[in-house]
């Protein structure tokens, strides 16, 4: 069972910056993806940025140019660097991870961190 605790969410203002940790259980290149999804109000979640096999950074559309997805394996940590935020980017931000065992996929989630960007 991987943990993930995500934390550096908050109140921003359009065109303002904010980055976001999540902290693994573990190591994060023992992870086959960790990465970010963001989750509305109706529970629609959208994915925003992953690393895959430890090195490929992938970004959905809406993120691209704007958000830098990074991670640090001394502290098990991966964060997403956000610049230009709009109030469209109003979300939660939940952290993820996929293991494959054995054929098996494996996700784990965290608990989500509240970004709110105000004009």
């Known amino acids: 069972q991987v943990q993930l605790a995500e934390s550096g969410g908050g109140l921003v203002q359009v065109g303002g910056s904010l980055t976001l940790s999540c902290a693994a259980s573990?190591?994060?290149?023992?992870?086959?993806?960790i990465g970010w999804y963001r989750q509305s109000p109706g529970n629609q979640r959208e994915l925003v940025a992953r690393?895959?096999?430890?090195?490929?950074?992938d970004y959905a559309e809406s993120a691209k140019g704007r958000f830098t997805i990074s991670g640090d394996n001394a502290k098990n940590t991966v964060y997403l660097h956000m610049k230009s935020l709009k109030p469209e980017d109003t979300f939660v931000y939940l952290c993820?991870?996929?293991?494959?065992?054995?054929?098996?996929?494996?996700?784990?989630w965290g608990q989500g961190t509240q970004v709110t960007v105000v004009s």
């Open positions: 993820y991870a996929e293991r494959y065992d054995e054929g098996l996929k494996y996700m784990y």
């Open positions: 573990e190591s994060i290149f023992s992870l086959n993806v």
């Open positions: 690393i895959i096999d430890g090195s490929e950074a």
